[in-house]
């Protein structure tokens, strides 16, 4: 009985499962996917050649332009009606430059520092000649010092509506400061 004793079947150890194969659905997913990535592949090469060809022709025309420019005659490159035109843009020039020399800053910066303190220190100045308006960026010590120096700004007789636009406290270092903006209309005549 020894002799006919059963041997066990073989043991096998798998510990990855067998995965399924493929179905058709993901066959046609995968096809549909490499035809729409070849689709988008052309048409990127398309562009880029469309985008060479109309830079040559920028770069052509820019050429033939200049070449044509270089020919002609420095009294013939712009028409009388051109340098009309010309001369209109160049008087409008003109004018917003004698507008901006025209603000009486010798007048108005004695008043905005006469209106400040050591709390509030001014950064920047612009002004608008066309609405007499001039805005102020300046740092304060405190949201108080700001209202204050509004105030006291009101109070000069060159300045008329006196506005806090914005402020906004800010870190400096280990000092807290509010940046502020305000916007004051200036009398002509000041």
């Known amino acids: 009985m020894f002799l006919f004793r ?6 096998t150890l798998d510990f990855v499962a067998r995965r399924p194969s493929p ?4 066959w046609l997913l995968l096809l549909a996917g490499l035809l729409s990535a070849a689709a988008a592949l052309f048409d990127y090469d398309s562009l880029a050649e469309r985008r060479d060809e109309l ?3 920028v770069a052509r025309q820019q050429r033939a332009a200049d070449r044509q420019t270089a020919r002609l005659p420095r009294s013939n490159v712009r028409n009388e009606r051109g340098n009309e035109r010309n001369a209109a843009t160049e008087r409008q020039a003109a004018w917003r430059v004698a507008g901006a020399l025209s603000t009486p800053w010798q007048s108005l910066l004695p008043m905005l520092e ?4 050591n709390d509030v220190s001014l950064l920047a100045l612009d002004a608008d000649n066309g609405k007499t308006q001039i805005s102020i960026e ?9 209202f ?4 006291r700004l009101g109070n000069q007789p060159a300045f008329a509506s006196v506005q806090v636009q ?6 400096r270092g280990a000092v807290e400061v509010v940046h502020f903006r305000l916007t004051t209309r200036w009398s002509k005549g000041s």
């Open 114 to 117: 006469a209106a400040g303190n």
């Open 138 to 146: 300046g740092d304060a010590r405190s949201l108080e010092a700001v």
């Open 166 to 171: 914005n402020y906004q406290f800010q870190k």
């Open 6 to 11: 059963q041997i066990p079947p073989a043991f």
């Open 55 to 57: 830079a040559a022709q």
């Open 148 to 151: 204050a120096y509004a105030e």
């Open 23 to 26: 179905s058709l659905s993901g």
